[in-house]
């Protein structure tokens, strides 16, 4: 990469940055990763052992109990059963294992300094997440950080369909601040996360903490990316 290259990125950063009056986080990724000490593969493993036990097994494909992820998982149950009383329980029995999980989760690297200098200089924050917001709640209470993003804290609910990459529940903080879509700002580390402020028309930033990351959201269509969130700390100050 040219230093004109470098230097036209980091115009385009720093532009993006200064126009947002309101950023909208998602939680697993950009602000810590939720299940350092405790393996999401084993949450799902776990996941699919209890519908096993009621009989379930069959339930789902072998392309969708594939992936080992429990939020996809999550969705595939919704679908065969939805509203059901099974999806209730897997959704409860999902929350307490993120709960056990944020007791452990690691903060990425440089988002607690990033999250209390954005809002020190005027941005209101808010998460917008497939996690429970009570995981949400809890992480950042024990960090310190409930205050720069309460009450604007928009997880998980009941209606399943509704998780990214549908938009509600960045359209649910949009609407509680009563912000315009363009003077938002999405960060996330998917293609549900940029699937989902596309369709709220909220400018994206992708953060990608490993190379691979960033391929897939490069291959996503994501426009701007960050390795570091230490480079949105550069952005945001004075030039």
Known sequence: MTSDTKQTESRALRELVSRAQVVLWDFDGPVCRLFAGH??????HGLLD????????????????????????LRAVDRRRPRS?????????????ELKAAASAMPTPYADPLIRTW????????VTSNNSPAVVRAYLQGRGLLPCFAPHLYGRTAEL??????????????????????????????PTDL??????GVPFLGYAGTPRKGRILAEAGARMIVHSLDTLLTALRPA
Not at 39 to 44: Q, Y
Not at 85 to 97: A, F, I, K, N, P
Not at 119 to 126: E, H, I, S
Not at 195 to 200: I, L, S, W
């Open 39 to 44: 393996s999401a593969e084993r949450v799902a």
């Open 85 to 97: 009383d099974l999806v209730t329980e897997l959704e409860e029995r999902l929350t307490q294992e």
């Open 195 to 200: 699937r989902a402020a596309e369709r709220a």
């Open 161 to 190: 369909r509704h998780l990214k990459p549908h938009p509600h529940c960045l359209q649910r903080a949009l609407n509680a601040m009563g912000a315009a879509p363009a003077a938002a700002l999405m960060i996330g580390d998917t």
């Open 119 to 126: 809002t020190a200089v005027g941005a209101r924050l808010a």
């Open 50 to 73: 209890w519908l096993g036990e009621q009989g379930l097994h069959g339930l789902l494909s072998e392309a969708e109990r594939e992936p080992l992820d429990p939020h996809a998982l």
